[in-house]
């Protein structure tokens, strides 16, 4: 028998603190106007000393269990989407798993980067399509402001730190319309790795490191691969742009996100934006996006939802969901 993946909650958490852009300009050559003209960022959240990223992924976790009515034992799977790791191992996920108080199944991380969140849908999708797995939780979690160079101003404005988790049930596939993930699609380029990397690792230099970006070249391969993505996705489900209810993209800039929405043809109304708030919080800007429209009411039951990301890798993907 085959299963398809139907949404049943989702959660999120921003640390308290709030950075705004002039802020980072009393200790940066940098402004308000310079960032939010070339960014659409207004300010970010940026993670307590101590406050590590399992944390936040934690209370993102258990406002999604808590408002779908479950607990951690519902759970038999974890996929926490994270750059950032508490350590180097073991993942995160399993320090999550255990505060959870989930017993049963797996948990573990995947790496991919600001597409993770995607990559982590893919994974969890996939499991329970299969009957692999029943109830999954899927997490993107960061606290980027730890590998950030605070002397680069390139870099540095652009993120912020943040959580957000997608609840998903194993129910029976029959009939057109039902409701769920209707499809994933992954790409990666590791050609393309220097262009977009953390510059330290356990192996190579055993030191963290920082992230660094040829920002330029990002942008431009970000329009072009997210685009096709999207083409890719659409086709896969016979769907037109206009059969989009809500995009809710990867928050980088929001001129990588209207570029992809003109080439589309989808009304930028249609857009679902937290960048001027929340900034880039890589593997998390997906699902706290997805938290933030489902809670005011725009995402609603029924509507088509279509989700895409591209990071460092680089990696690019897409998802559709009938929400
Ligand atoms: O989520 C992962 C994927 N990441 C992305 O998608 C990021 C993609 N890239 C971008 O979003 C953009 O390339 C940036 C926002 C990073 C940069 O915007 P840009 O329009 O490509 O600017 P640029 O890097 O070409 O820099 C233009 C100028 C430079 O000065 P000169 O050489 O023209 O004198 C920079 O030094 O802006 C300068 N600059 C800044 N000025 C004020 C760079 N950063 C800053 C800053 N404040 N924070």
Known sequence: MMFRSQIVGCGAYLPERIVTNEELATRLDTSDAWIRQRTGIGQRRIAADGELTSDLAYHAA????????MNGNDLDLLVLATATPDETFPATAVKVQARLGMTRGAAFDVQAVCSGFIFALAVADNA???GQARTALVIGAETFSRILDWQDRGT?????????ALLLNA????????????STHLHSDGRQHDILYVDGGPSSTRETGYLRMQGREVFRQAVHHLSSVVDEALAANGLAPSDIDWLVPHQANTRIIEAVGRKLGLDAEKTVLTIERHANTSAASIPLALDEAVRDGRIRPGHIVLMEALGGGLTWGASIARW
């Open 62 to 69: 258990r406002q999604a269990l808590e408002r779908a009515g």
């Open 128 to 130: 329970l399509r299969l």
């Open 156 to 164: 540095c404005v652009l993120f912020g730190d943040g959580a957000g």
């Open 171 to 182: 129910v029976s596939e029959s009939g057109p319309m039902q409701r769920g993930i209707l």
